[in-house]
Structure formats: C-alpha cells, structure tokens
C-alpha cells in the first residue's frame, strides 16, 4: 500500500538554527499538509499547500515556517531559528480527495 | 469560538466489551468529520470520513455515526490490537473561504484481553 515517507525520524538541532523536515507524500495525492504534536498534546494543524502554493494556514505558521515543493516528489517544512517550544513531532500527510494519509512523522527536539 | 472535545479521556475494556466513544464539536460551517486512530509515537491512521448527520460508516469492529452536534465511535467485541488512542477532527470553513482542520484530545482506550 502506499505511504507517506518521512526523514529523518529524529533530529535534534541548536535553539536557534535552521531545520528542514522532508516528506515524500504519495505519489499521485494533490493536497499536501503540515500537522505538529507537542508531546502529550492534540495534534495541530500547521498548513496546507495545494497547486504549488499554501492553501491555508493556522496562526502557528508564522514568518517562522515555510513550505517548499522543490521537485515532484518532495515537501519539505523549514523552520528558521528554532525556539525550544519547536520541539514537538511534526507529521506530514497528503490526499488525494477527503482521506488524508500521515506519515509516520518526524521528532524535532530542541536544545 | 470552534471547539472539538473527545470523552472519555480514557477508557478500559475487557476483550468482547463494546462500547462507544464520544466527539462533541461546536463549529460553524462543517466540512467533515474525521477520525483517526493513533498508536505510540506514529502518525494518525484514517479510519473514516462523515459529512451530514444521519450518515454511519462501518469497517470491521468500527461504525462512526455523525449527528448535528457530536459524533460517536462504536467500537463492537474489541480486541487488544483495538488499544490506541482515537482521535476525531472536524474540518471548518473559514471566514477567508479556506478551511482549517480541529483535532480533539483523543481518547486513549485500552482493551484487555
């Protein structure tokens, strides 16, 4: 079956440095998303991204975060300057129509 | 303000117990409701999607049932395998035309065999 692919499973970054979070969505799938969950909280939407731009996106996404589609097949999640409170699990899901598939989601740590 | 709130926060279950679980949500301009299951430190698997009250959808042990104010998740003769935490989420249309989606807590359920 197909799925959602993403790297690196954990990373732990400087407070205050660049991270790039990677996603392959699958292949065929047109809406791309951005989901975070602080530990021991409820999952919260960051952004969608449809046709090459952001389709919507929460006041969590800030001038903080961006979103790319560089190629065909990757979606990535840049979050400059990070902040301790950054640290969370961040998942990446894409659908094709009203069934979204996450992926099994990266884990950012802060220090 | 849109709200999303999933009871109970945990449940216990012998194996063959069944039991339902409650999304309650307070929104204007349903979309969707979904539901998700999560298991430890992994992505949220869908389950299924309702639009309008009045709709059920089944899958194996599962039936999802929607009215105008909440949502329930049967869940029939569970089995261990069935522990995870299910989530529900609504997903709005916003002022700007765009949508957002709304996660409730979860609700950890735990199936003993």
């Known amino acids: 079956e197909p799925e959602v692919t993403q790297t690196p499973s954990h990373q732990v970054t400087q407070m205050g440095q660049e991270v790039i979070l990677r996603c392959v969505p699958i292949s065929n799938h047109l809406y791309f998303y951005w989901y975070r969950q602080i530990l021991g909280q409820k999952v919260e939407f960051l952004v969608s991204?449809?046709?090459?731009?952001?389709?919507?996106k929460s006041e969590i996404f800030d001038d903080q975060f961006s979103v790319e589609r560089p190629d065909g097949s990757n979606f990535t999640l840049k979050i400059r300057s990070t902040k301790l409170e950054d640290s969370a699990m961040y998942f990446c899901?894409?659908?094709?129509?009203?069934?979204?598939?996450f992926g099994q989601g990266t884990r950012l740590t802060v220090v | 303000e849109d709200q999303v709130t999933q009871s109970p926060e945990a449940l216990r279950l012998q194996e063959g117990e069944s039991s339902s679980l409650n999304c309650s949500y307070t929104v204007s301009g349903l979309r969707g409701l979904f539901w998700y299951r999560q298991d430890p430190g992994k992505g949220p698997e869908f389950l299924f999607t309702l639009y309008s009250a009045g709709e059920e959808k089944e899958k194996e042990r599962l039936k999802a049932t929607l009215t105008k104010k909440e949502s329930f998740l049967h869940i029939t003769a569970p089995k261990p395998e069935d522990s995870a935490t299910y989530l529900c989420?609504?997903?709005?249309?916003?002022?700007?035309?765009?949508?957002?989606?709304?996660f409730g807590a979860g609700t950890r359920l735990f199936v003993k065999a």
């Open positions: 991204f449809y046709n090459n731009e952001i389709s919507e």
């Open positions: 899901a894409s659908s094709g129509g009203s069934k979204a598939f």
């Open positions: 989420a609504v997903r709005v249309q916003v002022n700007t035309g765009g949508f957002k989606t709304i």
